[in-house]
Every structure is written in C-alpha cells, then in structure tokens.
C-alpha cells in the first residue's frame, strides 16, 4: 500500500482528494507538518483559490522550505489546480507573486476573448479533452499513460499556466480555440490544472499511474 501525504494549508477541498486516493488504493495522511512532508512517500498539494493567497498561507506554516526539500528527493509530488499553478515561478492574480519555483514558468489570466476575438466564459468550467503537445500522443510512463487524447477531465479556473519550456509541458486543453495548458512535469513532480478527484474514471486512472510511480533514483 503506497503512503500519501496531503498538504493541508486551508486552501485545498481535502477530503474528496483524500477519497479518491484511498478508493486507488493509497493510505492517506493530511498534515501541516513541515517534517512530515519532507518525509512523505507520495506527496499531494491540491488547492483551491486566488495564488496569492496560497502562497501567503504555506509561508505562514512554514511550508514553502518543507515543499521545494521534497520536490528535490525525486520522490512522487502531484499539484491539483492551484497546487498545480503555485509550482511555477510566477504568479500574476492580482500582481506579480512568487511561487514555488518548481517548474520554470508563469501563471496568467486567461484571455477574454478566443483567436477569432469571439468572447467565453471566464472561469474555464466544465469537461474538456485533454491533448499532447505537438500532437505527439508521448505519454507513456507518465501520469497520462494509457489516456488517450480527448479524454475529458474536470476544470474550474481563471487563470493558466504558461511553462517556460515545451518540454515541462505535458498536455494542454482546448477553450474557444486557445491551448491552455492541463498537465506540467518534471521529473517526478507532476501539476494537474483539473481535478483528477472530480473526474470520475479517467481521474482515477491518472491518479492509479501516480501511485505507480518510483522515485528517482
């Protein structure tokens, strides 16, 4: 049985995470504990709300240290949503804030309008397909392995990441004809802009090749 520790910072809707890691399988432990996180076998950072204000409350806990330390032992990390979005280096919701610095890049405001300057929805809500980058379909022994493009997950956010690199880019979504970007990696840590929790079976099977996962040696 895999051990997954949930980062608790009081931003994070943790009990349906905590749910769909135990019906995969896992043995779950919430903590605010910087020790505890440092030690964790399979680290999980969800999220929900403004980046800014995520940052604020792992600082107050005295979490940001604990986080990077882990990402560093190659062990397993998954970032859900603003989890996902808190990994980059950069945020800009209301400013420009510092984030994790996990992955080189930025969060952004998603634009108003699409390509063809017809206007959406801002939040991103709803099911989408998820699609490779260039096209490529290359996600084998990867969080993604044996999805297939255009299997939908679950969104809900205002904001998107922009990875630095095309390389930390795992797969993007499609809205009103902008790409945004789904899933960012590298190495063992893995940013998730949808809820894996709220995306019924193809949410479990991400979260299933997460747990199979091995840490890097």
């Not at 432990?29 to 995520?54: C, H, M, N, Q, W």
Request: proline fraction near 6%; charged fraction near 20%; aromatic fraction near 8%.
């Amino acid at each position: 049985m895999k051990n997954v520790v949930i980062v608790d910072y009081g931003m994070g809707n943790l009990l349906s995470v905590q749910r769909a890691f135990e019906h995969c399988g896992a043995r779950v432990k919430i903590t605010s504990s910087p020790a505890r996180i440092e030690k964790a076998e399979y680290l999980v950072l969800p999220g929900v709300g403004a980046f800014t204000d995520g940052m604020r409350e792992l600082d107050s806990r005295g979490l940001v240290r604990s986080i990077r330390a882990f990402a560093k032992t190659g062990r397993p990390f998954l970032g859900i949503c603003l989890g996902m979005q808190m990994m980059l280096e950069t945020g800009e919701e209301f400013g420009i804030y510092d984030g994790l610095a996990l992955i080189p890049g930025k969060v952004v405001m998603i634009p108003k309008n699409g390509p063809d300057g017809t206007s959406h929805k801002i939040p991103h809500i709803g099911w989408n397909g998820l699609l490779p980058l260039n096209d490529n379909g290359n996600w084998e022994n990867t969080i993604l392995h044996g999805i297939s493009p255009g299997e939908s997950v679950y969104f809900v956010h205002s904001f998107s990441a922009l990875p630095a690199h095309p390389q930390n880019d795992l797969a993007d979504c499609s809205y009103n004809g902008l790409r945004l970007c789904a899933v960012i990696r590298s190495g063992n840590v893995y940013g998730c802009q949808f809820h894996p929790e709220k995306s019924s079976d193809v949410g479990l099977r991400i979260i299933n090749n997460f747990l199979r996962i091995q840490p890097l040696r």
